[in-house]
């Protein structure tokens, strides 16, 4: 079975300290059975703190949020994280290891990528200047042939990435025939969609005040950042076609977030490249990290 990912993929790394939104405050985070056990017992003072600090009644056990901030009870007054400190990465459980990593699984691979709620994933993807092609991380020589579906998804799905970076056409165009291979739509009014987005699950009312700026259509992102915006949500959220999903709504919704991302972006003070990591790191966090959320606009799309 291979591994799978995005050229981009081996460069990330977490910045750490250097975070200004991090994953360690504001989200609950569950650990894995297999943690859990181990923290129960763990030695020495930071196993004491972790029996103070983790509620492991709950179903599944987390951290205590600390204070307004809602701060992981680990993450220390320099933005670190006091178990990465004291007894290494390997100490981690399975959601502090893998964020900000999404998996997708296929019968021959699984396809592993970056999400977007993290800053420096977001820097990462957007500021990827190549076509992003896939790369093989690993292969455990083990062999299994993709089903029927998965060999028609895969056509279809290379076929979109190719038409996505067609660079010899305008972004617009390439967008156009994106669509027309599926029947998707493209909204131009993004003021119903503000509407329609305040409605949904917040997380964060910076998300909202965002959004209720929206007065235009927007302005082109820097660099190629629209391109490997579009190509990211087709490799994340197409194989959501497999089960049962609509190929024309998830295409559909790949161009309302572009669009979207253009009208917050074109709001921006200065439109630098930072602001526009900043609005997609709040996109991602509060769309696609909401199924609620992402499930209610495919539901929007599909019926409009
Ligand atoms: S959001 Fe990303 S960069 Fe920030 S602490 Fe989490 S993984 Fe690291």
């Not at 297999?34 to 509620?55: H, L, N, S």
């Not at 969609?193 to 964060?204: C, H, K, V």
């Not at 572009?258 to 609005?279: G, P, R, T």
Request: charge should be negative; charged fraction near 25%; glycine fraction near 8%.
């Amino acid at each position: 079975m291979k591994l799978i990912a995005p050229a981009y993929y081996p460069q990330f790394s977490c910045i750490a300290g250097e975070c200004r939104h991090s994953c360690c405050i504001g989200w609950e985070i569950d650990i894995d059975e297999e943690t859990a056990e181990t923290y129960r017992t763990f030695p020495g003072e930071i196993g004491r703190r972790m029996r103070q600090c983790i509620d492991f009644d709950a179903e599944p056990p987390h951290f205590i949020l600390q204070g307004d901030e809602e701060r992981c009870p680990f993450l220390n007054d320099k933005g670190l994280c006091d178990i990465i400190l004291g007894c290494g990465e390997g100490a981690l459980c399975q959601i502090c290891t893998d964020h900000p990593r999404w998996r997708n699984f296929y019968s021959d691979r699984t396809e592993i990528g970056l999400g977007l709620c993290c800053e420096a994933a977001a820097a990462l993807v957007l500021g990827w200047e190549a076509p992003v092609s896939m790369i093989c991380l690993s292969d455990d020589g083990e062999r299994a042939a993709p089903t029927v579906e998965e060999e028609k998804f895969f056509l279809l799905r290379d076929k979109l990435l190719v038409q996505i970076q067609n660079r010899e056409k305008p972004l617009d165009e390439r967008i156009a025939d994106m669509l027309a291979s599926v029947g998707g739509v493209r909204y131009q009014d993004m003021t119903v969609w503000e509407n329609y987005l305040s409605g949904l699950e917040i997380l964060d009312s910076a998300w909202v005040e965002l959004l209720s700026g929206i007065d235009g259509e927007g302005i082109a992102l820097p660099g190629c950042a629209g391109e490997q915006l579009i190509s990211y949500l087709l490799l994340r959220h197409m194989p959501k076609v497999l089960d049962g999903e609509d190929a024309a709504v998830i295409v559909s919704f790949s161009v309302l977030a572009y669009d979207l991302i253009k009208a917050l972006f074109a709001q921006c003070e200065v439109q630098e490249f930072s602001a526009l990591c900043n609005i997609v790191r709040l996109f991602s966090s509060e769309i696609e990290y909401s199924e609620d959320n992402l499930y209610a606009i495919f539901d929007e799309i599909a019926s409009s």
